[in-house]
DNA sequence: ATCGGTTACCTTTTT
DNA sequence: GGTAACCGAT
């Protein structure tokens, strides 16, 4: 399809680049200048940590861009993480004035999404289904055990989350999946029976999200057709961290198989590096590599080498560790800095005094040497690790900041809160319903909900629908939990989240609830937070940026003929209209968006709150290895390296365990920058008993004369003698909530927008559309391109619609 | 039948 | 330390 270049390894040599293209490329090395300019085709870089490869795989779309290679609207970025996303968006953003909406940027999960809104018909879902969480999905499972009779015993329902999400990210479907004997079958069968749950409520989980999306690219010929002609350019960053379905996905948007031979239109450039996979556990192949080079017949493979980040005593440490893997692509990374300062390596008497000397140190670190806190991380190979830690830092009033754990959107009270709201978006939703029906109480036992249950399965309809069916006093109790619902989704109607929020919080009871008990005041603050977490996000980044659609003109990116409507499919209407740039939430149909409101809920489903990221203070940063990865600092702290927890006895049962976690202190290590600590405790409190440990083998693989081994002084730690009692009595009781929480959502409220609306439209008047004919405005938000307004149609109900895409006309009157 | 207090189990990592 | 399942008191 492209050219080929003769010339494999070199650098493309580019026709003259621009004068402007200088600066962008100023400053690469040869090996990055190469993965940036390489020409139309596609490529494997193998990128090694701290080699700079974001910093190449923007400037490579922005080099794209600015040369004519490409538009906007032709490229597509993969990611995992909402953090590595986020981090592209704003390092384009301040490379290139370009308009990055009209770019494809975001997670696997956050780019299915979108496709599934805006071909939800296609895909056979309800434009505004809900995204279940881990959490939401075991629920959903513990239910249909319930429901069927599942032995629990034999089937416990997290194995068979486990099980269905495995299947999944295999791109298995209940009948695809082998059962031989009778287990399986029986796990099979509630697989099949889950399925049908999730679609009758219009709910998908994670999985789901990337297997319908899979399935609607391979079985729809006119969607995948103009996906592929769409984007001419495709960059999966962490390729090595891809499971069979994602490299399927990728796959089916990139090609076709012909006559058994796959056979790619555009161009796909993988990133990654083989030994910083550290997700095989959850079904991440680094076999998908040599595949891509094999399926997609590469030319190109670049390897990025040359290190940036690390002093050498900090570098050779990492390579000699991961040398003791087989089955690498094989790599060394190299520094021009000196050897820089040795490893420190601690050994503890208790996690207590670990905790206490990496305070020490942490003091010491910013006190005599400069360093910003910010720049400091503690990182440990699983959550629980953190607490010790954070009690040391509150102690010594350092402050600190955690990542992970519970995060913002799966605490109790707020899951309570999203699910009222995902009521008011769809009273089917059983499993929000089950979730708040008695929560606060309002006498709707055990019992009651036995017989809803019942009711809903023999008329084969939604808890809901099924409330009516229940008779006596319980029966009242369940229309009076339905009626508040109803009462506050007519309330609401076209009021701002904000106002919807608030109204839920008080009719819901919650706050009032919350104000009785005695721990009830953390939880108040953090419903209240959610009105600001609400408010942030209509009025910043998500709902706005999302939504947006870009002009007619700019939406047909690379196409070069129209697009595949013609004699394709006559009856796929769908691309009759010419696609949005970002149909994020927007019907590629008939422009309808998601209301506000379920585009939050869509937003606190796929970011479960990370977005605390930037807030001010300047603080010790609290993480687990796997959160760190991509993340850098001048100094670093790993903690507990010990048998059975570093590497984890959980990960040990076979080889590739060993080797997995061997590549995940490889990422640990390669965090630092200028200095490296690392720890290990004799005892260990852990779930209430003191456990004895050895330390961890990868002492023993690391180079002796990069590191120096400090012995603890002969001192005790008067302060961190251990407290009598079960573990963890040092808490401060009701005012636990430490003095450097997070201020996740505390951003200042954003001055509502105040710019003329150029739609001419106004609430009240009456306005006519092509697909739902005549309808009135309630409510309008957003200005330019994001303005979408609330309309109610006579025949299809209340809608949000974006007015760049929705083809409304003002009906005189 | 429901409520509120108790216990048991958790915990490897995450979109 | 936190949550869900369990159990006795109302």
Redesign the pocket.
């Known amino acids: 399809m492209f050219p080929q270049d003769p010339f494999s390894g070199a650098p493309a040599p580019q026709p003259a680049a621009p004068a402007q293209t200088a600066p962008l490329l100023a400053h690469l090395n040869a090996e990055q200048l190469a993965a940036v300019t390489l020409p139309a085709g596609h490529a494997l870089i193998l990128a090694g940590a701290g080699s700079g490869k974001t910093r190449v795989l923007t400037t490579r779309i922005a080099w794209l861009l600015q040369n004519g290679l490409a538009t906007p609207g032709g490229i597509l970025a993969v990611t995992?993480?909402?953090?590595a996303a986020k981090e592209m968006v704003a390092r384009l953003t301040a490379m290139l004035p370009v308009n990055v909406r009209g770019m494809w940027i975001g997670?696997?999960?956050?780019l299915c999404n979108r496709l599934l809104r805006a071909h939800h018909k296609a895909a056979g879902l309800p434009q505004a289904f809900q995204i279940l969480?881990?959490?939401d999905q075991l629920?959903a499972i513990?239910r249909l055990c319930k429901q069927f009779n599942v032995d629990e015993e034999r089937f416990p329902?997290?194995q068979l989350a486990y099980f269905i999400?495995g299947c999944k990210e295999e791109g298995m479907r209940p009948r695809d999946v082998p059962a031989h004997d009778a287990d399986s079958r029986r796990k099979v069968e509630i697989y099949q029976l889950y399925e049908e749950q999730c679609q009758r409520e219009g709910v998908v989980d994670?999985?789901e999200l990337?297997l319908r999306s899979y399935e609607l690219l391979r079985d729809n010929d006119p969607i995948r057709a103009h996906y592929q002609r769409r984007f001419a350019h495709i960059l999966v960053d962490e390729f090595q961290d891809t499971n069979k379905l994602q490299y399927q996905w990728l796959k089916q948007l990139a090609g076709d198989v012909v006559d058994g031979r796959f056979e790619a239109h555009g161009s796909v450039i993988a990133v990654g590096d083989d030994d910083q996979s550290?997700?095989a556990?959850?079904g991440a192949r680094v076999g998908n590599m040599t595949d891509f080079v094999r399926e997609f017949d590469v030319q190109r493979q670049i390897k990025l080498e040359q290190n940036y980040r690390s002093y050498s005593n900090i570098l050779d440490s990492a390579n000699a560790l991961i040398s003791h893997n087989s089955r690498r692509l094989g790599k060394n990374l190299r520094t021009t800095q000196g050897p820089g300062e040795p490893v420190r390596v601690y050994e503890a008497a208790s996690d207590f005094a670990e905790a206490q000397w990496m305070v020490d140190e942490i003091r010491q670190l910013v006190k005599n040497d400069g360093f910003e806190r910010r720049e400091i991380a503690v990182l440990y190979?699983?959550?629980?690790q953190s607490?010790v830690i954070e009690t040391a830092l509150f102690n010594a009033a350092v402050p600190y900041r955690v990542?992970?754990?519970?995060?913002f959107f799966e605490?109790?009270e707020i899951?309570h809160a999203l699910a009222y709201l995902r009521l008011l978006e769809n009273p089917h939703d059983d499993t929000s319903f089950l979730r708040v029906v008695?929560f606060p109480?309002?006498?709707?036992?055990?019992?009651?909900?036995e017989v809803l249950q019942d009711a809903a399965k023999s008329a084969g309809c939604s808890l809901h629908d099924a409330v009516s069916a229940v008779p006596g006093k319980?029966g009242a109790?369940l229309g009076a939990f339905v009626a508040l619902v109803q009462v506050l989704r007519e309330q609401t109607q076209g009021h701002t989240l904000r106002v919807i929020i608030e109204q839920m919080l008080e009719s819901s009871g919650l706050v009032e609830h919350f104000r009785t008990e005695k721990?009830g005041a953390d939880r108040i603050e953090n419903l209240q937070e959610l009105v600001n977490a609400a408010e942030s996000f209509v009025t910043q980044e998500g709902f706005g940026r999302d939504a947006v659609a870009l002009p007619l003109d700019e939406q047909r990116g690379t196409l070069t003929q129209s697009p595949a409507s013609q004699g394709l499919d006559p009856n796929a209407p769908v691309l009759d209209t010419p696609l949005p740039a970002a149909p994020g939430i927007v019907d590629a149909d008939t422009g309808e968006t998601l209301s506000p409101l379920a585009a939050f809920l869509t937003h606190a489903a796929?970011?479960?709150g990370?977005n605390q990221a930037q807030a001010g203070q300047d603080a010790v940063q609290l993480?687990?290895?796997?959160?760190s990865k991509g993340l850098e600092f001048d100094g670093v702290f790993i903690g507990g390296m010990e048998e059975g927890l570093f590497p984890?006895?959980?990960?040990m049962?076979d080889r590739d365990?060993l080797e997995?976690?061997r590549r995940?202190m490889y990422v640990a290590i390669t965090r630092a920058r200028k200095r490296l600590y690392l720890s290990h405790s004799q005892t260990r409190l852990?779930?209430?008993q003191t456990r004895y440990n050895v330390k961890s083998r990868f002492f023993d693989e690391l180079p002796e004369e990069a590191l120096k081994w400090i012995t603890p002084k002969q001192q005790g730690f008067g302060s961190f003698a251990p407290h009598s009692g079960?573990?963890?009595?040092?808490?401060?009781?009701a005012g636990?909530r430490f003095g450097f929480k997070a201020e996740t959502f505390a951003s200042p409220p954003v001055p509502a927008q105040k710019a003329a609306p150029s739609h001419g439209l106004r609430v009240g008047i009456a306005v006519f559309h092509t697909k739902f004919g005549e309808g009135k405005v309630l409510a309008l938000e957003g200005t330019g391109d994001d303005a979408r307004a609330q309309v109610s149609f006579p025949r299809h109900g209340t809608k949000w619609l974006a007015l760049s895409v929705a083809k409304l006309t003002v009906v005189d009157g």
């Open positions: 995992f993480t909402n953090k997670t696997f999960h956050g969480d881990t959490q629920s513990k329902p997290k999400a994670f999985g990337m550290i997700y556990f959850r190979r699983s959550n629980a607490r990542y992970g754990g519970l995060r605490r109790a899951k008695n109480p309002r006498g709707i036992g055990a019992r009651t909900i319980a109790n721990e796929l970011e479960a990370d993480m687990t290895v796997h959160a984890h006895e959980n990960a049962s365990g997995e976690e995940l852990l779930h209430g079960a573990g963890g009595a040092y808490g401060a009781g636990s």
